[in-house]
């Protein structure tokens, strides 16, 4: 962590010592060569720090060397940080002329005076701040000495990666004795009676696999068909019942209940598994406290007999405070399936002759791993790195693995894998620590608070994200995180959770540095203990506690989080409020999340936050902004999601130079967008772009051509408002085809307007060639655009309330489209040949003709080549659907990919074509609201019944 923070201040220097900065400095006497000597400072300091970093675990002097380091390295920071922002004030402000002066002030003088200085120390001031650094560092150095620290390189601070290399590791080793146990003890109920709650606990040590098991057990086929309901909830520490309570109901019901109050809970939660069989998993139980389980416990009875509740916890107390009917205890795998476990993660890609090179010292390695399944991930994740024989016999020689102070033999992998990162993913994953354990943490959320701290550092800051996603992959393949979650087609991470065990090593390698806390009265106190040492911190606060007023000394917080689980409510409580005092001292905050804290208001003071690139505000019943937000020039992120009473953002926002990140999903009331966004060229996320008609715009609101210079967008966009626009001039001026990076564009046209004019301006606005994801609301034209067979890489159409349209485009042709939804357009009457793509392909006599939808065979025609998902909904008109005319079916493959029709609110359409049904590879089909269709194919009865037979899921109501 001390490498990365080092890393982090020269990086800092480097900018200090750039021509332009110097420039600036010319007048304060004796900066440059104060800068200089820090410089050198740190780079011999830094030249031993991976030896100082792997000591530490063995020697607490080491530690507490270093910790004093990463003390001078954030003050570093922070002082860095202040004067770079006070030069990027000068950029976007601009020299502050007086007009009541003979003379404007130069820049260097403009420069201090936003930095505070009187005219007394303003040229001395600067140069002495850095002087005091360097006196704490030459003493660090003196001290460094006395280790005889060996100069051990860094690995390359940043690699190319070519692919995730995502490894699966679901299947279990070992496990197979107490999985069948436990589905036994809870699916069959021959020795037991039906009356009563069944306890049942999973107990074991850290990383033993309880959760795992749990798993295994909870998504079995038993445990689906054996219960009404099922309910997992992450329990951990603290013991919350109100919180416990609330998860179960929501897992019930798919929505938490809005009441804070324990007992109005519980009966909400008594209701919702009343007489019903249901099966409870709580994952992770700390608590001893009975009293604190018995009122939970009480609830629970009212489930219908054969209920069962699945404890998982590292504490036996646990399970006989909780009064458990039967108690699993896990053991260490054996040492086979412990290499299995291991070889399938370390061998994963190479050849056989590799394998069997390696393998001997391989399973001197997986034994060290001591059975324990997390460990073997660990390990096994640190192998896939290394290549030659020595290189793992390294890692078996390694001094970690004799350390006994490591949490029951986890340790050791875990330090091994850090070890082996570089520098600044050491520090990308043990900024973790300030999540709650348990906590489902969401990929990009992540990488944007990296980015805050300063700790993606790329060869150009266009690559931040870029850089972030793929530490995150490396790290997520050397198994730092778990339950990774990823986007359909695998290529992105969504969220992941870190296992407690590794949660716990986070911790320990950021002791007194992160912080997560529950909120209580005594907060403040607790805090000043700590002397102002906390970089890092996580106020986790209860339902019924209100928001801190006070948190003692955070002058030197660098991230600050205070959780809470409210979305806006109707009604505000008066005890929800930010003070201007928290603001005005938390001067080196770089990121800050009061996201779902019910707050309505913020105090000017923001402003004050200079360094701040991270602003979380969403799910709040804010009404407005301060204009004083405009002032923080850092800002990188900026989340306003579902703030659903936010009318304006402000007016100012165009000063935000840096800003890069606009979320401003879901926030229904915000109807126009201000004139500086046009401004914002560094955006790559914009959530929505808003228009009003021109009588309410005037000059301070954005129009559609301001989204000119906003060329890097990326990810989703949705365009509303376009019935406002007056011409296609100012859609072409939007340039939407230079945005390249786009994705997702959902075009809302409202106020539908039906006439030509619409027709041009949809024309005018052709999006990128790379878009995978479209969706047109709302459009009167009769038309759709010429662009659309053209978008090569689309992926996903979807069409809704375009009612005037009465033809489709020949969309057959685009040849990536898996998913496509029409809906409401209620004067289509005929499909044909046009929207197959095919019309041109076949000429009148019923012969083929070359054309760029052939596949190998130039005999054969394509529509739809690779579409999956059909839905056509509210298509009242629609009577005929033609597939093939003319043409020998041996010619045409129409939708060979097609395994989902939904066809609903058809009122007037005969009948699905019987080439498709009997060619597409159909595997779902539904039919509702067709009262035609429905009487054709109803089961066995229906006179067209034998076309549908033979697909496997069929729903026609």
Known sequence: MAEALITIALTQLTLLMDQQIRKQLRLVRGVEREVQKLNSSLRSIQAVLADAEKRQVKDESVRVWLMKLRDISYDMDDFLAELSTAILKIQIEGVDENPTSSAPKNKVSSFLSCFGFNKVVQRRDIALRIKGINERLDIIAVEKERYKFDMIMDKEEYRQYHSTSYVDVSKIYGREGEKGTLISKLCNNGSEPELGLHIIAVVGMGGIGKTTLAQLAYNSHEAISGFEIRMWVCVSEPFDVVKVAKAIVEEVQGTAPNVFELETILCNLRSSISGRRFLLVLDDVWTEDFRKWEPLRDSLTTGAGGSKVLVTTRNERVARIMETTYTLRLEELPSDDCWSLFSKIAFHGRSKDKCEELEEVGRKIALECKGLPLAAKTIGGLMRMKNSVQDWQNVLESEIWKLEDAEKGLFPPLLLSYYDLPSAQRRCFSYCANFPKDYKIEADNLIKLWMAQGYLNPRSTADMEIMGREYLEDLVMRSFFQEVERSKDGETILRFKMHDMVHDFAQYLTYRECLVMEVHSNLATR???????????????????????????????????????????????????????????????????????????????????????????????????????????????????????????????????????????????????????????????????????????????????????????????????LGFVEDAIEAEQAELKNKKQLVNLHMDFKPSVEDEKTMELIEALEPPQELKYLQISFYG?????????????????????????????????????????????????????????????????????????????????????????????????????????????????????????????????????????????????????????????????????????????????
């Not at 209100?546 to 109707?570: C, E, M, N």
């Not at 204009?627 to 007016?651: A, F, M, W």
């Open 527 to 721: 805090l000043d203990k700590l002397e102002g040492k906390a970089r890092h911190l996580t106020l986790v606060r209860a339902e019924e506690v209100p928001f801190p007023a006070s948190i003692g000394d955070t002058r030197k917080l660098h991230s600050f989080w205070v959780q809470s689980f409210y979305d806006s409510p109707p009604i505000v409580s008066e005890i929800d409020r930010v003070t201007s005092e928290l603001f005005q001292s938390l001067t080196c905050l770089k990121s800050l999340d009061l996201s779902r804290n019910r707050l309505y208001q913020l105090p000017k003071e923001l402003g004050k936050l200079t360094n701040l690139r991270y602003l979380n505000l969403s799910h709040n019943p804010l009404w407005e902004l301060p204009e004083t937000l405009c002032g923080l020039y850092n800002l990188q992120t900026l989340k306003i999601v579902s703030c659903d009473h936010l009318r304006k953002l402000p007016q100012g926002i165009g000063m935000l130079k840096n800003l890069r990140h606009l979320e401003i999903d879901r926030t229904e009331s915000l109807k126009t967008l201000p004139k500086g966004v046009r401004n914002l060229d560094h955006l790559r996320t914009l959530s929505k772009f808003v228009m009003v008609s021109s009588s309410d715009s005037g000059d301070s609101i954005c129009c559609l051509q301001d989204l000119k210079n906003l060329n890097q967008l990326q990810g989703s966009l949705k365009i509303e408002g």
């Open 781 to 957: 034209g009769t038309q759709f655009p010429s662009w659309m067979v053209y978008l090569s890489n689309l992926k996903k159409l979807h069409f809704q309330d375009c009612q005037n349209c009465v033809h489709l485009p020949p969309l057959g042709k685009l040849p990536a489209l898996e998913t496509l939804t029409i809906e409401n357009m209620q004067n289509l009457k005929t499909i044909g040949l046009e929207f197959l793509g095919i019309a041109d392909e076949v000429n009148s006599n019923g012969s083929t003709a070359t054309g760029s939808l052939k596949g190998a065979s130039s005999s054969t025609i394509f529509g739809f080549p690779r579409l999956k998902k059909l839905k056509i909904v509210g298509a009242g008109n629609w009577e005929d659907w033609e597939v093939i005319s003319r043409v020998g079916e041996e010619n045409i493959k129409i939708m060979p990919c097609l395994l989902y029709l939904k066809l609903s609110d058809c009122c007037k359409l005969k009948q699905v074509p019987l080439a498709l049904l009997h060619k597409a590879p159909l595997r779902k089909l539904r039919i509702q609201k067709c009262p035609i269709l429905q009487q054709q194919y109803r089961k066995v009865t229906g006179q067209l019944w034998s076309n549908i037979s033979h697909i496997p899921k069929i729903r026609i109501s």
